[in-house]
């Protein structure tokens, strides 16, 4: 198989672990979120009319509760490679201009001036980082748009699935 070698810069030195030190991953565990945002409500949102009515609900009970507001919007994975029996096909992260314009478009809106929120992005399966970003900001409740179509039909909804596999409350809105 040809294939290209990539040598290291002379320059570069390759880092050793040491045996005898541990690990520091194990004792410290990972806290990437805002602590103000612990505890607050986490909602699925692309901007569509489902998700829109998400939003307004979540913003609702966010405000009820005086806490914050984590919108979360998964950027799209795509197959690279047709699966034909023989490897599971491999997902690219594809980039995702529409974070972007749904974090503008937020910021500019005037019912989100009652809660404090933060728009995360993420890249993956829906259903897996909506409830790990619930995990990471110890979120009361996920709240997600209802999917209709004929494609939720088929492969089975972002709420359905949610729903069976979240450690949290799931909150879906028709």
Known sequence: MAGHEYFEPADRKRQVADPSATPRAAEQPRHSCDPAFRHGVV????????SERALAYAIGMAHRSGSGL???????RLPTTVWAGCEPPVFVDVPDHRTEVLGLEL?????????????VERGGDICHELEEVGREYSADAIVVGSTHGIVGRIFGSVAGRLARRAQRPVVVIP
């Open 107 to 119: 910021a500019c809106a005037d019912y989100l001036a009652e809660v404090p929120w933060i728009l």
């Open 43 to 50: 909602v699925g949102f692309d901007g569509s009319t489902s």
């Open 70 to 76: 984590i919108i979360v919007h998964v950027a799209n």
